[in-house]
């Protein structure tokens, strides 16, 4: 994950802050970027890092590492194992044939297609 766009910003928004305080508020805001450049990316690692403790609460058994590989992190996922025995996951219960049946007459306002034609007069 490149953290350079985030940190750009935070700068940008900082040096458009001082421009409204005149020329010197805007030389400050420059010589105070360098050094909350480091606080503005430790700040964001943090964030990811407790966002990876919440995903990795609700993925249990598997999870989600972070790797710092020079200035920005690096997601390593080990996905929770999967076993054809596991029951799957019912998202709905399941729904009988007449109410399926009840809710087509309803929105076509006419009979369900699957029943039996009527008997000629």
Request: hydrophobic fraction near 40%.
């Amino acid at each position: 994950m490149n953290f350079t766009p985030y940190v750009d910003y935070l700068r940008y928004e900082l040096t458009a802050a001082a421009d409204g305080y005149g020329h010197e508020a805007r030389e400050l805001a420059d010589r105070l970027a360098g050094p909350l450049e480091s606080a503005a990316r430790f700040a964001l690692l943090g964030a990811v890092s407790a966002a990876m403790g919440e995903v990795n609460r609700r993925l249990a058994p598997g999870s989600v590492a972070i790797r710092l590989r020079g200035l920005d992190p690096e997601f390593e996922v080990t996905p929770p194992p999967w076993s054809p025995l596991t029951e799957p996951v019912v998202l709905a219960p399941p729904v009988h044939q007449a109410c399926l049946d009840d809710v087509f007459r309803v929105v076509t306002g006419g009979p369900d297609p699957t029943d039996d034609p009527p008997a000629p007069a």
